[in-house]
DNA sequence: CTGTAATTTCAGAAAATACTGAAAATTCAG
DNA sequence: CTGAATTTTCAGTATTTTCTGAAATTACAG
């Protein structure tokens, strides 16, 4: 990365670019993704392509998989040919895309792959135990899931005032103790 | 996979190996992880190498991986060379422990590069913009590492209960709405 | 101790992934 | 339409990651 950018800026590209790659994105197009968020102007291509010193085609790659990904907003100029991109000006929203997206490709289909192999009856005791153990990761995967979901319907000034709260947070799982503590009154619904 | 496995435990082999790849843990460390936990009884390292046929070198290597992520159980027989190796028999314990080294190997590191970001004065707009983005996003990452470590607080029996109440989930969110709406109480506790 | 059963290490091979440049395709101002 | 500006595609190359076999190390039953 031989470019303009001010170290600062270059070393949180780099720190992003690491991370995705920990995560199933490769490393170019989270620095690709890192440069965006960062970048108060939408960029075109060739901006990318300058600002990290990877080829052309491979930023071509990169921004044909965010888009897939649901990440960029794309942004024509009137007389202009060119395309230019930006990330959401909102980080939870952009993480909420994250989550909502990484559901999709990964959560969705283990969770079916488990419903499958959970239809057929054990062939002997091996098979007995092994389906108990699917069971209870469908069970905990769609558990997590509906919990994560119900978080994510929250608009990001509803997380701001959560966030203010502070500590509390714990009190919020404090009424689910209660909850828990007599859960009777839910069955009378 | 040219093995003594059954079909369907074989497929959930698969589908976790190939999960794991797109978490950035390789194919063949999820395939054993998936091995351990769908088995009854510890298995040794030559179970495993035949069970998924790999090389024995590369369940030792996997091996090491899984137990540097705490994931694995290894037990000594009296009278035995062998090692013997079990994932825990809860799959909440073993979530916990995921999300747990996760944060550990991932979150705190980027909170730590953030706030490193965030100490200097912006030498510029655009360095200004930059560290406005990256305290947004360490905000946020801080907020739902809080979120995911109180629900860790919790044990598999509560979590239990909790899955048994079913939608009602929605409603410990409808406790916080209460307390976003009105959160003037807070304040003079 | 000793010998053997087991595990770990590691250099190099194999496989998978990412990246590039050149060529093809697309888009739109004129 | 035309053609210049821009984007996309893709075959081949480079890089990274994973896997293996052989050798070195370790652990312990006897």
Known sequence: MPENLTPMIQSCILHFGEMGS???????????YALLVLSKEPQCADDITDALGISRSNVSMGL????????????????ERREFYSAPGDVWDIAKTLIEQ?????????????RNLLID?????AE???????????????????WTQEIQRLDSAQLGKLLKLGSSIGKVLDMKDRLLGSNKKESTK
């Open 22 to 32: 920990r995560w199933g994105i490769n490393r170019t197009v989270g620095q690709m």
């Open 64 to 79: 044909k998989e965010l888009m897939s990904w649901d990440l960029v907003k794309l942004q024509h100029r009137p007389g």
């Open 102 to 114: 990484r559901r999709k490709r990964e959560i969705d289909p283990t969770l079916s792959t488990l």
């Open 121 to 125: 009856t054990p062939a002997n005791d």
């Open 128 to 146: 007995a135990y092994a389906q108990q153990r699917m069971r209870e990761m469908h069970e905990l995967i769609e558990l997590l899931t509906l």
